[in-house]
């Protein structure tokens, strides 16, 4: 099945000089996006693909630098509903489920149909695409393994390097990340452009209002499975934050094994909330006394920004890339030492001057990351490639 929808297929204009005469016809650029993010739950590195693809569509729709002889369309192996793409075209490529084998559509079908160059946003990606950019996220398969499985460990350590290997061109969320990737051989540093990530796609879920909040005061942190999330500080220091009369609210995914693991049960001044939907998720922010992010590791501190968004204070693990990515627009605590996290709280809830110049500063902070900055960069990255220049060459 090839569906395509919105602007139809390119027919190379003609530019024309006297009596109707064809005097030069100029072929855009054909450059495709990986779809297969529209498969994945639609967070972390598959909320990057989409925002990254909604901002070059954005781009595209209003004829910006670099977009004038461009084409680009989105390879997907099912028709994208949550995507609303006016400029970017869709070719559908049917999944071969017969049976579902990991990785084939990626690395078969999709390479197939991508005849110009590839963007792919989520780590694993085609290893042979011989014109290629292609994100990768972390290397936290390598540092945190005990967060993942055996088959996702695997598949990441064997495509990862081959990818840095093949791409022309190797972009990630950090610095930290970068050293990360050149330290374990994945690529040369040559190949490197970090973007960084952005947060522009949470304005449209902000609240001109803060929403009232009946219960107790809380302060929030992200549910999640992994390790490397360090989940297990909440349970160390639930206790000395009810004394302060403070709850503490954990929206997201997080199993009852991942529970279970902690060795205790659930404290009785947390809240496990589930998942949310994204309005939910501001209200969430905007109410909290303050954001907690005690990961031992990430490559973009994502969430502590989504919190300075909505005008939460944040305290985050002292370890990498937080303060690369908060700056100081953040309170600091070791990710080992619970008393460190209770006092961080104790200051935001103590002092309103604190907490009014946490609000500010996590605003400017949050002008930094820019999902349009981001496209932008692809499409220097993509103009550079066509041409043969440096990658490096005028990013800004």
Same mark, same amino acid.
């Given at each position: 099945?090839?569906?395509?929808?919105?602007?139809?297929?390119?027919?190379?204009?003609?530019?024309?000089?006297?009596?109707?005469?064809?005097?030069?016809?100029?072929?855009?650029?054909?450059?495709?996006?990986?779809?297969?993010?529209?498969?994945?739950?639609?967070?972390?590195?598959?909320?990057?693909?989409?925002?990254?693809?909604?901002?070059?569509?954005?781009?595209?729709?209003?004829?910006?630098?670099?977009?004038?002889?461009?084409?680009?369309?989105?390879?997907?192996?099912?028709?994208?509903?949550?995507?609303?793409?006016?400029?970017?075209?869709?070719?559908?490529?049917?999944?071969?489920?017969?049976?579902?084998?990991?990785?084939?559509?990626?690395?078969?079908?999709?390479?197939?149909?991508?005849?110009?160059?590839?963007?792919?946003?989520?780590?694993?990606?085609?290893?042979?695409?011989?014109? +290629?950019?292609?994100?990768?996220?972390?290397?936290?398969?390598? +540092?945190?393994?005990?967060?993942?499985?055996?088959?996702?460990?695997?598949?990441?350590?064997?495509?990862?390097?081959?990818?840095?290997?093949?791409?022309?061109?190797?972009?990630?969320?950090?610095?930290?990340?970068?050293?990360?990737?050149?330290?374990?051989?994945?690529?040369?540093?040559?190949?490197?452009?970090?973007?960084?990530?952005?947060?522009?796609?949470?304005?449209?879920?902000?609240?001109?209002?803060?929403?009232? +909040?009946?219960?107790?005061?809380?302060?929030?942190?992200?549910?999640?499975?992994?390790?490397?999330?360090?989940?297990?500080?909440?349970?160390?220091?639930?206790?000395?934050?009810?004394?302060?009369?403070?709850?503490? +609210?954990?929206?997201?995914?997080?199993?009852?094994?991942?529970?279970?693991?902690?060795?205790?049960?659930?404290?009785?001044?947390?809240?496990?909330?589930?998942?949310?939907?994204?309005?939910?998720?501001?209200?969430?922010?905007?109410?909290?006394?303050?954001?907690?992010?005690?990961?031992?590791?990430?490559?973009?501190?994502?969430?502590?920004?989504?919190?300075?968004?909505?005008?939460?204070?944040?305290?985050?693990?002292?370890?990498?890339?937080?303060?690369?990515?908060?700056?100081?627009?953040?309170?600091?605590?070791?990710?080992?030492?619970?008393?460190?996290?209770?006092?961080?709280?104790?200051?935001?809830?103590?002092?309103?001057?604190?907490?009014?110049?946490?609000?500010?500063?996590?605003?400017?902070?949050?002008?930094?990351?820019?999902?349009?900055?981001?496209?932008?960069?692809?499409?220097?990255?993509?103009?550079?490639?066509?041409?043969?220049?440096?990658?490096?060459?005028?990013?800004?």
């Amino acid at each position: 099945m090839n569906e395509y929808i919105g602007t139809p297929q390119y027919i190379p204009r003609a530019e024309i000089q006297g009596s109707g005469d064809v005097r030069k016809v100029r072929a855009k650029r054909q450059w495709f996006i990986n779809g297969d993010f529209i498969m994945l739950s639609p967070t972390g590195v598959a909320r990057q693909a989409k925002e990254i693809t909604l901002a070059l569509d954005q781009l595209l729709q209003t004829g910006a630098e670099l977009t004038e002889d461009l084409d680009v369309t989105l390879i997907a192996p099912e028709f994208p509903n949550n995507l609303d793409l006016k400029a970017i075209k869709v070719d559908v490529v049917d999944e071969y489920r017969k049976p579902r084998i990991p990785q084939f559509w990626c690395q078969f079908q999709l390479p197939r149909r991508a005849k110009g160059g590839l963007l792919s946003f989520c780590n694993l990606a085609p290893v042979r695409h011989p014109k +290629h950019i292609v994100c990768i996220h972390d290397m936290q398969t390598i +540092h945190t393994p005990q967060s993942y499985s055996f088959p996702f460990r695997l598949a990441h350590r064997i495509i990862l390097p081959a990818l840095g290997r093949t791409a022309r061109c190797v972009t990630t969320v950090s610095e930290l990340s970068r050293q990360h990737l050149v330290e374990a051989s994945v690529c040369d540093d040559s190949k490197v452009v970090v973007t960084y990530s952005g947060i522009d796609h949470l304005r449209r879920f902000a609240k001109t209002n803060k929403p009232k +909040h009946t219960g107790r005061p809380y302060v929030m942190c992200l549910a999640r499975n992994e390790h490397h999330k360090n989940i297990s500080i909440v349970w160390r220091i639930a206790a000395a934050l009810d004394e302060l009369g403070l709850d503490i +609210h954990l929206p997201g995914q997080i199993s009852n094994e991942a529970i279970a693991r902690l060795g205790s049960e659930i404290p009785p001044n947390v809240r496990i909330l589930g998942r949310l939907s994204d309005d939910e998720l501001a209200e969430c922010y905007s109410a909290a006394t303050c954001y907690l992010l005690p990961s031992q590791i990430e490559g973009f501190a994502l969430t502590a920004v989504e919190a300075m968004v909505f005008g939460c204070p944040v305290v985050v693990s002292s370890r990498p890339s937080m303060p690369e990515t908060c700056g100081d627009a953040a309170l600091y605590a070791d990710p080992n030492e619970p008393e460190a996290w209770i006092s961080a709280v104790r200051s935001i809830l103590k002092s309103e001057r604190l907490r009014t110049s946490l609000i500010h500063r996590g605003f400017d902070r949050t002008l930094k990351y820019s999902w349009l900055k981001i496209a932008h960069t692809h499409l220097v990255l993509m103009r550079n490639i066509d041409l043969g220049l440096p990658l490096r060459t005028n990013l800004s």
